[in-house]
């Protein structure tokens, strides 16, 4: 796995960080692109993952569309990360 820039689509609520509804960022794991996201965008991670380091309920993240639970998850160059909010309410 190389360390080049990944796509990733950002979902809506979280477009206030990015200014944008896709960006790029660079790791080897979704953690770590999350971490250079975090970098960039401050705050954004922890509306994403929580004190645990865990996936928050509400957010679901995909590669090349398909589903991925873990952080540890790896990702390539060429690959496309999406970040999917669900939304609630009553």
Known sequence: MA?????????????????????????????????????????????????QDKIRRHIRFFINGEPVFDLAGGVHPSDEVCIVQALSGG
């Open 3 to 51: 360390d080049g820039p990944v796509r990733i689509l950002i979902a809506s609520p979280l477009r206030s960080y990015t200014g944008a509804d896709e960006v790029e960022a660079s790791g080897k794991t979704l953690g770590a692109l999350l971490g250079d996201l975090d970098r960039r965008f401050p705050g954004i991670r922890f509306r994403m993952i929580d004190e």
